[in-house]
């Protein structure tokens, strides 16, 4: 196509004024203190922050009874770093979910032994906060979350009547201080190990189908309540304030940093927060919001996956994962749920179906978003550049719908948006004990465990 | 939806709340402030149509056209002098046109009485312009309120259209 003399002089016209407006702002910064944001900005600002309640936002607590009751957050604590709890005993969900990376593995995807796992380790801080777990959202709360992972062969791969065996061996004074009498599964004609109607273990179904109503009833009690003790340890780990919510704090209504304090954010971290900001460019903030920065709704931005379109079938996310939330045994509604099933709005109004739900993944926190490399369901980005690279140039093509469009910044721009998401690394709001392997003392445990458990330092 | 075509787009916002405001009637209370009716509880919206001779009441409960919060709705049908209809039905559906997607959400219609209804699990998502369509049916008759609104964090709400068709 040839193209239009009149237009292309327009074209380099622009170009020309977006220069200058570029090179404008690096050579004359706004000076420090001065207005820069309009009023209107700092109450999108606020909307941003972590809010001093921003316990009492936490979903978990609406399924989960046990969230915020502290015996069964050290009760979940345990469980959540025993290894015991795997099949082979040695794997426990700090195995992946390694505390000093914000609960990551540093790893594109875990290592299994069993299926290859194709997703990226989220990070767990402030999950809690989210009406839905893992990428696609196929759960939707911490506790019933837990439950998969204990049963997966890809995690822990322990069935769930040997869950609650392993608890009743090991954790049965704490489990009871919380949940009450433990059963008797002593009878392993009654209890066999490895019964479960939803494990990978060959012939668990059979066995679980054997059970007696009563006592699959009962196995189903202890082990939805592991799940509870270890969603409320989780629920527990929400983001601490960073430099960027000390920023937030500082300024006054016509957006100015109050007097007697220093700016918590340079120059280069501002730029970048106004182009996160900005709705007819960059756009962040219309995915990224909330002070979780995450809306946690199921957007598509058809980030790479590594898979081959000839061999490989694509991970269509959401489309396939609320499926399995509508039939999964353990979700808001079902009778394990402390809820009632008429204050499962989620759940209830959830979208089941829509092409804007293929290859649509949750949308992540950005809160500690420098330690939870690398980035994307299928972890494929390696670090933050790689990442606003692709948000620049994202893969737009035929027939595929997709939620975002070329940003089109320059190189200076990006800069200063990755600027401004380091500054969003705030830790963990609660005591470092938390983030430790807990001690052990008063747990029957087996000696290769203690000698485990010590050895463990972060 | 991007930088470049902003500016038409706000032209064309203006000149069409103009046209529509010709054969529709809105107004927008809420106790307090005027237009401010985020997670307002006793706001209302309603809009009416001489030609269709229909009045259409919208209230929100908890978190009134909040971003990113589950709302339900309550509508009340009725003809523009207040009388009730006797048999009324309503479908209701929206999305943002301009991204290429529907509500996040499977919101549902319940009828309360002949002519008043709840919508139960709206939700916005995103910041941006929604378009909300209230599809009223009376015997053989159809109509179609169109809302075309503007949710933005930390922003009053601007309802930028409202046309029956």
Known sequence: ?458 | MRSGIGLFKGKIFLSAVTLFLASVQFSVSAKGEDSNLEGKEDAVMTFKSESHDLAIEIQGKRHFLALNKIQHWDVEVAQIDGEAFSEVEMVFDGGMPSHGHGMPTTPKVMKQTDSVFVIKGIKFSMPGVWELYFDIKRGDTNVRLTLEIELHYGKKLKILSARFS
């Not at chain 1, 957050?73 to 979910?97: M, P, Q, T, V, W």
């Open chain 1, 1 to 458: 196509m040839r193209s239009h003399p009149l237009l292309t002089l327009c074209v380099t016209a622009l170009i020309g004024i977006i220069g200058l407006i570029g090179i404008l702002n690096i050579a004359f910064p706004e000076g420090e203190g001065g207005t820069i944001w309009e009023e209107q900005e700092v109450a999108i600002l606020r909307t941003l922050a972590i809010p001093q309640n921003i316990m009492e936002q936490s979903y978990e607590s609406l399924t989960n009874r046990y969230a915020g009751v502290e015996e069964a957050e050290r009760f979940g604590h345990r469980l959540f770093f025993d290894e015991d709890l795997s099949i082979n005993r040695e794997r426990s969900c700090a195995s992946c979910h390694h505390p000093e990376k914000a609960f990551t593995d540093g790893l594109p995807t875990p290592i299994s032994e069993a299926e290859p796992i194709t997703r990226n380790t989220p990070t767990i801080v402030g999950s809690g906060l989210s009406a839905w777990q893992f990428w696609d959202g196929r759960r939707d709360s911490l506790w019933s979350q837990a439950l998969e992972s204990l049963e997966s062969m890809n995690e822990h791969g322990t069935p769930r009547t040997l869950v609650a065996l392993r608890v009743a061996e090991k954790h049965k004074e704490e489990y009871e201080a919380v949940f009450g009498t433990l059963p008797d599964f002593s009878d392993s004609r009654r209890f066999p190990p490895f019964a479960s109607p939803d494990s990978g273990v060959q012939d668990s179904d059979v066995l679980w189908a054997q059970m007696s109503e009563e006592d699959r009833e009962q196995v189903n009690l202890v082990f939805t309540n592991v799940g509870k003790a270890i969603g409320a340890y989780e629920a527990k780990l929400v983001p601490a304030r960073s430099r960027f919510d000390e920023y937030i704090a500082s300024l006054n209504d016509q957006g100015e940093v109050m007097e007697g304090h220093k700016s918590a954010l340079n120059q280069k971290e501002i730029a970048g927060l106004k182009l996160f900001m900005d709705e007819e460019s960059a756009q962040c903030i219309s995915c990224h919001n909330g002070p979780m920065l995450s809306s946690f709704e199921f957007k598509a931005i058809n980030a790479p996956d590594g898979s081959d379109e000839h061999t490989d079938r694509k991970d269509i996310g959401r489309k396939e994962g609320v499926i399995k939330l509508l039939a999964q045994e353990f979700n808001c509604k079902s009778k394990f749920s402390d809820a009632t099933p008429e204050m499962c709005d989620e759940l209830n109004f959830v979208k089941a179906d829509g092409m804007e739900l293929e290859g649509a993944f949750k949308v992540p926190t950005l809160r500690n978003v420098a330690l939870t490399a690398p980035y994307m369901h299928s972890g494929v980005f390696n670090n933050l550049d790689e990442v606003l690279q692709y948000y620049n140039r994202p893969m737009i093509e035929k027939g595929v719908h997709i939620d975002v469009e070329p940003l089109k910044l320059v190189p200076h721009q990006l800069e200063q948006l990755e600027a401004f998401l380091m500054t969003l690394n705030g830790g963990i709001a609660v005591e470092k004990e938390w983030l430790q392997a807990p001690p052990m003392e008063g747990v029957k445990q087996n000696k290769k465990y203690a000698a485990e458990t010590s050895s463990i330092n972060f």
